[in-house]
C-alpha cells in the first residue's frame, strides 16, 4: 500500500475515532490491512481480530515475531475492526459504554436499505421474517416481496446479500443460494456462507470462477493457488499470525497490493 493510501487511511481512522491516538511504533505501513482495536484512551492497536461472544481478541503484530494474544472486552472498547467491519461503542455514560454499533468500513454510500432486480435499485427498508419470503417497504410505502434468483441484491443495515450460483458444500446443500458480500475488490470478491453442518466457509470469485474455502479441508493450499502470483498475502498464515476466519484479510492485502 502506498504511503498516500495509508496516511489517508490513518485520518480516516483518527477522524472516526475522535481523533484516536494511533500506535504505529510497532506496526509499518505495510500493516495498514490488518484489523485493529480502539481502547479508551484511543489508541489504535493493529493485528489480527478474534471475536468470541462479546469478547474480542487482538492478536498484535509485533516486529519480534513475539506474538500473543490480547484479550480486550467488546464493551469496554471504543471499537475494532474485524473482517472489514467497524464496531464502535456508543458514547459511554457515567464510564459504561451503552452499545455496539457495527458499520461497514468500506461502505461511504447511502444507508438506505435497497433492492437491486432487473438493473433497478428500490430503496426502502428490507425485512427477512422467520417464515415467508423477504419483502421490501419502499419509500412509497409499497411492499414487495422477493425470493432467490440470480442476479438478485438487497442491502439491509450494513450487510448486501447476492443470490449466486456456487458449488455445494455438503451434499443436501443448494447449487445456488444467498451470499454475504464480505469484499468487493478490484479483480475479485469474497464471499461469506453458513451452514447447519459446515458452520461458516467462504467463497472467493476470481476470473469468473467461484471457489469454496471450508475449514476441514486444504484451504491454505487453494490461497496458494489463488495467490500464486503474490505469495507473499500468505506469509502471516504460514507463520500462524492469521487463521482461516481471517481469509478476508488475505483477500484485501492481495486486492489493495495488485496492479
Known sequence: MSFAKAFLLYIFCTFFFNSARAQETNVGREHFFLDYVVTQNGDTIYGAVKEELLKTYL??????????????????????RYNGYVTTNK?????????LNAKKDTSIDNHDDYLIKNNDTI???VYKPLLGSRY?????GKKIKFKG?????YKTGQYIYEYRDKP???????????????????????????????GTCYFIEKDNEMYLLRMDEDWFELLNRL????????????????GFENIYLAVRYYDEHSN
Request: a negative charge; hydrophobic letters at 30%; glycine letters at 10%.
Open 59 to 80: 492478536l498484535k503484530f509485533d516486529n519480534d515475531k513475539d506474538q500473543s494474544f490480547t484479550r480486550y472486552e467488546a464493551d469496554k472498547l471504543k471499537g475494532y
Open 91 to 99: 458514547e459511554p455514560k457515567d464510564g459504561i459504554y451503552t452499545g
Open 149 to 153: 434468483e440470480v442476479g438478485l441484491v
Open 227 to 242: 495467490f500464486v502470483d503474490k505469495p507473499s498475502v500468505l506469509n502471516y498464515f504460514k507463520s500462524g499470525f492469521l
Open 123 to 125: 430503496y426502502g427498508d
Open 136 to 140: 421490501i417497504i419502499s419509500k412509497q
Open 168 to 198: 455445494k458444500v455438503e451434499t443436501l446443500d443448494s447449487k445456488e443460494d444467498w451470499l454475504l458480500l464480505l469484499y468487493k475488490g478490484k479483480d475479485l470478491k469474497l464471499y461469506g456462507y453458513a451452514t447447519g453442518h459446515q
